[in-house]
């Protein structure tokens, strides 16, 4: 290689007055970004992210002793610089100077030796940034690799907000452009996100130190640095700004959750927090609801757990939607990997989506072999009411009188949530089979005889009609109902009645499949032979995946009439998910643990019992449990309102509870699969002490 002055060699004269004969081996066209007149540009910072994040990954796997080293620049040893704070001068930019290095040293440190490391660059800023002459938004180059040395990725975006400009009135925007570009290509993890501004305090920290030090040690050297006091500055813009301010567009210029604070100190204020709820009242409707007096905001989960921007977390006994628990790494992982490669719907061939139909057929019975995806419970639900009218030629239903089974148009109608309420003409409910308080009670000794009685009593009136029965839909758990401990032989016998007049059974296992009441399936606890077989949101751990299951003829049969196709059902990302759910159900033996888990539950809750006269009923099957609390057990009366009261108290408790029944009067406690006996004593505990309260 040749230098701009036409030689392979080029001298130099240091500092000292001596020259220096070097051997060029690759020169690099472009000026300085420092030389140029345009620094303070969107489209130079975003190529600084990206210029650096490829450098970083053509670094990654090499490795050299040498790259371990106290360096001067180097972040997780910058504390060694705080003897030459006194340089600066001014007291109150050593006193500024000072508090960065010393929560460096007892809170930043330590979080960074916890990330990813490897040899970086670390010195990107403009004096080392090349770019093309003609146009200062190319980068041509970068030189000085003189600071290379192993240490964090997120130092290496510390210093790449080197390059927005000292006074900028936009520094967070610019930070938030250099880390998303970064990002774009070699992803960065929250963590290291989290703390950038920490980073790019302690940057103009060791730079302000740096830079008096040497001015007055050795005074006869040139520093290319400009004044110290121009970086506390910086420092003082940084504290006005706030490390929350600065985060939050850098997590925001990721995606990731916004609010995260690992402590209440870190909380997300009172005005920022109205401010959300006006925006949900107004771009979400006036009257949308949400659980408790006050609304929670969340913004990160894992396992059993929701952590709130209160800054505390919360343990989750209510939500059964997460069904291997909050951001299950394993089902993260399948759903992140499938979607960097290829999203699309089931009209192409692909492996992942026959073998998920495979393996979920294979824990149903035989005969439901055939499957149907949708994006939901709602939409499973629908299909399958359209199957079962098209099977029977019938047009007629029997639900539980208070059931709840999705929200399209029809469904809504399957979903009463009320005794009370009115019906279409095409429906008819039964009366919930609840032998604590409904109208036949555990010691009566024709209880199955007398709940099943009702059932003729429904196909009657739609036969009557002439709408005859298609179909008995029933969510086997029976969640809307309070979770009653429905009587063995009780479904048998509605099965028994429903076929006898031509209709097909339609299991909702939403709510209690996929291990939920202790096996694999809740209609197989009662003993029921399914025709149609139905699963939402549990189905991916959340992410949106519905099934209908049935057998291969109603299917066929179905597919010929309608040509029913849903567009994104069964996508390749949700296929994903739900291979993953599986995985981690079976490789984690979660039914089993739910069995134990869920008995050790309901035990301690009979335990408390016998001090909380409140505590009326507790039922239910592995982890699913209704406890139902009555202000008299004798007479067995509803406690709505201290029902309603000690929701709030669990909550204030931070354990996370919801009321159902007809009454109001239930705890629906319905916690993901991984829960443990640990989790367990800690729902007790603030069970114990919320009663206490009441």
Request: one cysteine or more.
């Amino acid at each position: 290689m040749q230098s701009d002055q036409g030689s392979a060699f080029h001298t130099v004269r240091f500092s000292n007055g001596c020259d220096h004969d070097v051997y060029l081996l690759t020169y690099l066209d472009g000026v300085l970004l420092s030389d140029t007149s345009v620094r303070d540009d969107s489209a130079t910072r975003r190529e600084i992210g990206r210029l650096m994040a490829n450098v970083d990954l053509a670094l990654r796997g090499y490795f050299h002793p040498a790259a371990i080293q106290q360096h001067p620049w180097n972040f997780e040893t910058c504390s060694r610089l705080r003897h030459l704070i006194e340089h600066i001068g001014n007291v109150d930019a050593c006193a500024k100077v000072d508090e960065v290095f010393e929560r460096m040293s007892e809170v930043v440190i330590p979080r960074l030796l916890s990330l990813r490391h490897q040899v970086i660059h670390q010195d990107a800023h403009t004096d080392n940034i090349l770019v093309d002459r003609d146009d200062v938004t190319k980068i041509t180059g970068l030189i000085d690799f003189g600071d290379l040395l192993y240490g964090t990725l997120t130092a290496e975006i510390a210093v790449a907000c080197d390059s927005i400009p000292y006074g900028s009135p936009d520094m967070v925007p610019a930070a938030a452009e250099i880390v998303a570009s970064f990002d774009s290509v070699l992803s960065l993890e929250v963590e290291e996100v989290d703390l950038v501004f920490d980073l790019v305090c302690a940057r103009n920290a060791m730079t302000a130190t740096i830079a008096a030090a040497r001015l007055a040690l050795t005074p006869e050297q040139p520093v290319h640095i400009q004044s110290p006091l121009a970086f506390v500055d910086r420092l003082r813009e940084l504290k006005r700004v706030g490390r929350s301010e600065f985060t939050r567009p850098l997590r925001t210029a990721c995606r990731f959750p916004v609010y995260c604070p690992k402590t209440t100190d870190e909380a997300l204020s009172g005005d920022e927090e109205a401010r959300l709820v006006d925006a949900r009242r107004s771009l979400m409707g006036r009257n949308t609801t949400h659980f408790y007096e006050r609304p929670m905001h969340f913004e990160r989960a894992r396992g059993p757990w929701l952590f709130s921007t209160d800054g505390h977390r919360y343990l989750d006994c209510y939500n059964n939607v997460p069904q291997v628990g909050h951001c299950h790494p394993h089902v993260v992982r399948a759903i992140a990997r499938q979607a960097s490669v290829l999203n699309t719907n089931t009209r192409y061939l692909y492996s992942s989506a026959l073998e998920y139909a495979d393996r979920l057929t294979s824990k149903l019975a035989p005969h439901l072999s055939a499957c149907i995806f949708v994006n939901s419970g709602s939409e499973a639900n629908d299909v399958a009411w359209q199957m079962a009218k098209l099977i029977t030629g019938n047009t007629g239903a029997v639900i539980m009188e208070d059931a709840y089974h999705g929200v399209t148009d029809v469904i809504r109608q399957f979903s009463p949530g009320r005794p009370e309420a009115e019906l279409p003409a095409f429906l008819k409910g039964l009366i919930v089979p609840d032998p604590y308080r409904g109208p036949f009670r555990e010691d009566d000794p024709a209880l199955v005889q007398k709940y099943a009685a009702d059932a003729d009593r429904a196909i009657a009136e739609l036969e009557a009609s002439s709408h005859g029965v298609a179909a008995f839909m029933i969510d086997s758990a029976l969640c809307s109902s309070g979770v009653p401990n429905v009587p063995d032989g009780y479904m048998r016998a509605i099965e028994k009645k429903i076929r006898a007049s031509g209709g097909l059974m339609i299991c909702d296992e939403v709510q209690s499949g996929f291990g939920r009441m202790g096996q694999w399936w809740g209609h197989e606890h009662h003993g029921v032979r399914a025709d149609i077989v139905t699963m939402g949101k549990p189905v991916g751990n959340g992410h949106p995946l519905g099934v209908v299951v049935t057998t291969e003829e109603n299917l066929n049969l179905f597919i010929d009439k309608t040509r029913l196709f849903s567009t994104f059902g069964g996508n390749t990302v949700a296929c994903a998910a739900g291979n993953a759910v599986l995985d981690v159900i079976e490789q984690e033996d979660l039914i089993e643990r739910g069995r134990t888990v869920g008995g050790y539950l309901r035990s301690e809750i009979a335990r408390l019992a016998s001090k909380h006269m409140l505590i009326g009923d507790v039922r239910g099957h592995g982890m699913v449990t209704g406890l139902e609390f009555v202000t008299d057990r004798e007479v067995r009366s509803p406690a709505t309102a201290a029902t309603a009261r000690l929701v709030e108290l669990m909550r204030q408790e931070r354990v996370l509870v919801g009321s159902e029944g007809r009454d109001a009067n239930v705890l629906k406690l319905r916690p993901s699969l991984v829960f443990r006996r640990k989790h367990v004593d800690v729902f007790i505990e603030a069970l114990d002490r919320s009663l206490d309260a009441l």
